[in-house]
């Protein structure tokens, strides 16, 4: 079942309902599979959503009854009597981002979910989600689990913009300069890739070292001997860049003067 940019797994119940083609079903089976080795309880249904993030509110994610078979299990009389609720013991963090038809048993999206605030960097966003459905001679509960999607809507920022640094007129080739590293919210896969810089590769050169714990120093290496006499700000130009989208710092790099040019009188008095 696909509704829009939603999709739609069954991880356990009746195969014969997957009424798809030839390729989803041999994915759905294969999916199933997996997870009906990890199912211990018999009674449990799993169902899956995918839901692209940066949504429209109300976008329908599924039709529980359905989707849980319970559609096939029951007659009508009795769909028509089920009421479907989320659970708030397991469900309350995240009841605000979905809604649950109470006769219906549509879930729905209540707000345009933003993956980048509630899974920051994270490679899965999943939502966890107890339906209950009642009343009790009917009682069961369906776990369900909607997958956010990223999108790759957020730029490498740098936190501190301009970048301003000072450097002694004294210090020599080797001398480095650090930079903040670039944030971006978005998962790995549409996270910074590369730094490069744009301007001033006369004087300094970029180097980036990425740490074993995951963080990345940015530094400006200094390439030659300073003359402040002769120039005294330099301004060099650093992009971070996530393959699609990029995010630029100005680093503005004042030369401290050291009194290295003896006293100079026009006129002696
Ligand atoms: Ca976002
Ligand atoms: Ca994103
Ligand atoms: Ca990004």
New binding site residues.
Partial sequence: MQLASVHFTMEKGSLKRAIISTYQTVLVVALVAISWAQNTNEDDTLLRYRLA??NEPQQVLGNIPMDAGLDTKYGSAVLQDLRFSFLSTTSSKFMDYFTIGEQNGLLQAAVSI????LCPHQSTCDIPLDISVQPGQYFQIIKVIVSIED?N??SPTFPENPVERVLSEASVPGASLTIPAAEDPDSPQYNIKRYQQITGQDTFELKVTNNSDGTVDIQLVLKQVLDRETKDFYQVEVVATDGEKSGTATVEITIRDVNDNNPRYDKYI
């Fill in positions: 993030e940066e933003d993956r980048d605030e999108l809507d957020m």
